[in-house]
């Protein structure tokens, strides 16, 4: 698996991932390397793309599978102008969820003996794209998640920050910045919710339970995103993926998030996506 990490600000966008790619094998994770490339620029456009699950599909890379979209240009959404981050973002999803069920779906299938329809949710390997960057002609970016299979449908991509929403968002494995920035497990969470309900004999009521999340909201860091510059927004990034990275580094478990963390970002003065 991977992280990703966008932070979307007034000035443009970051992105942010690590660099392991962990191989299967039958007895569980036969190999992890680490410096796989999970982030890319988008032809000449001022978008960005991060990946993350599925490390390739078959016998080739995502990033093999990204220039093909580059060169192809299905939708001929890399050679228009003016071109939309959404509409990039739905030719995406079209192109790799078409990829998917040709090649993983058959595999899947004939692994399992089963209808890929009925698979659990948690069997289905994921294809992860952070899309981050600027429509042609705006002065605010943008950030898009697609997630194969889940986002087979015709535009059900999902715009994660639009114009002028500015924060982070995180992806895939993303635990260890979840217990720094919010102060808890939402497991650890809901394991003593149920425990004291036990104690009670009933549920919480609405007014009880919105008391408590207020309790627990109190302790989540505070970021003020509106204010901050590139710069700082670049290591912020960097900070939260070494969070993951280091994590799992010294945890128990193979290190599935790891090498070193992997910087991208395009401002508003309209150059390329680039790759720190």
């Not at 939708?75 to 981050?85: D, H, L, M, T």
């Not at 924060?167 to 650890?188: C, H, M, Q, S």
């Amino acid at each position: 698996m991977s992280v990703a990490i966008s932070c979307n600000l007034s000035d443009g966008v970051i992105l942010g991932v690590d660099s392991a790619v962990t191989l299967p094998g039958p007895g569980g994770i036969l190999k992890v390397y680490e410096n796989a490339e999970k982030l890319f620029q988008l032809g000449t456009k001022h978008i960005g793309v991060a990946t993350y699950g599925l490390g390739g599909l078959r016998d080739r890379t995502i990033g093999s599978y990204l220039r093909e979209f580059e060169i192809l240009d299905p939708g001929q959404v890399i050679g228009r102008f003016p071109s939309k981050v959404p509409d990039i973002a739905e030719e995406l999803r079209k192109f790799f969820a078409d990829v998917y069920w040709k090649t993983i779906v058959p595999e899947l299938e004939q692994a399992t003996r089963k209808k890929f329809d009925e698979l659990p949710m948690e069997e289905r390997p994921v294809v992860g794209l952070v899309v981050g960057g600027f429509s042609d002609g705006e002065y605010l970016s943008e950030v898009w998640s697609v997630l194969i299979p889940v986002h087979s449908a015709p535009n059900s991509a999902v715009r994660v920050r639009g114009q002028g929403e500015f924060g982070t968002n995180w992806f895939a494995i993303f635990e260890p910045i979840r217990r720094y920035v919010k102060g808890f497990d939402p497991a650890l969470l809901k394991e003593l919710l149920d425990y004291f309900r036990n104690l009670r004999k009933q549920d919480f009521t609405q007014q009880e339970f919105d008391e408590m999340m207020r309790i627990v909201g109190k302790y989540e860091y505070l970021i003020p995103f509106q204010a901050m510059p590139i710069k700082e927004g670049v290591e912020h990034v960097r900070f939260l993926v070494e969070v993951v990275i280091n994590h799992h580094r010294y945890a128990t478990g193979a290190p599935v998030v790891g090498g070193k963390p992997r910087i991208g970002l395009v401002t508003y003065k309209a150059e390329r996506f680039e790759i720190l």
